[in-house]
């Protein structure tokens, strides 16, 4: 699974999200990111 292409791809999203004003959204979307990482962290048996 090729992670940081996801996670490059929400954060561009949340980016776009508050240029239009959408904090709400975008923050939504940066903790499907941070959730997605941490996940990973685990998986690979990292701290998360």
Do not use: P, V
Request: charged content about 25%.
């Amino acid at each position: 699974m090729y992670l940081g292409n996801i996670l490059y791809a929400l954060e561009a999203t949340a980016l776009w999200l508050e240029e239009q004003q959408r904090a709400d959204d975008a923050a939504f979307y940066r903790g499907i990111a941070r959730q997605l990482a941490a996940a990973r962290g685990r998986e690979r048996g990292g701290a998360a």
